[in-house]
Nanobody, 121 residues
Framework: QVQLLESGGGLVQTGDSLTLSCAAS????????MGWFRQAPGKERDFVASISWGGGHALYADSVKGRFTISRDDAKNTMYLQMNSLKPEDTAVYYCAAGGLGPLADDYDYWGQGTQVTVSS
C-alpha cells in the first residue's frame, strides 16, 4: 500500500513557474514508476508525465513537452513536477499516481487527492 500526498499548487499568472511535489509513504517508493495526471473542470483526467522506477526514463504529454519536467528523489520518497511557462489551459487539479508507467490512468494503482493549479491570463 502506498499513500500519496500532493502539494505546491496555487494561483499563478501566465508565464510563471510552479513546482508540485508528491510525497509517498508506505511500501518502497523507489520500486514504483510514478506519474502526474490532471483534470480540468468538466473534462476527463489527462496524462501529464511519468517517470520510471529508476528515474532514467520519462514520458510527457505533447501539451507539456519542453515546459514541464518530472523528477524523483527516492531518498526523500518524493516526486516532483517542475512547470514552466504556464498557460491558462494548464489550469486543473493535478494528481500524482504510482504503480504505472505511461499515459493510461487505469495502469496506476495508487492516487493522491490532488492539488489545484490555476493559471490566470
Amino acid at each position: 500500500q502506498v499513500q500519496l500526498l500532493e502539494s505546491g499548487g496555487g494561483l499563478v499568472q501566465t508565464g510563471d513557474s510552479l513546482t508540485l511535489s508528491c510525497a509517498a509513504s508506505g511500501r518502497a517508493f523507489s520500486s514504483y514508476a510514478m506519474g502526474w495526471f490532471r483534470q480540468a473542470p468538466g473534462k476527463e483526467r489527462d496524462f501529464v508525465a511519468s517517470i520510471s522506477w529508476g528515474g532514467g526514463h520519462a514520458l510527457y504529454a505533447d501539451s507539456v513537452k519542453g515546459r514541464f519536467t518530472i523528477s524523483r528523489d527516492d531518498a526523500k520518497n518524493t516526486m516532483y513536477l517542475q512547470m514552466n511557462s504556464l498557460k491558462p489551459e494548464d489550469t486543473a487539479v493535478y494528481y500524482c499516481a504510482a504503480g504505472g508507467l505511461g499515459p493510461l490512468a487505469d495502469d496506476y494503482d495508487y492516487w493522491g487527492q490532488g492539488t489545484q493549479v490555476t493559471v490566470s491570463s
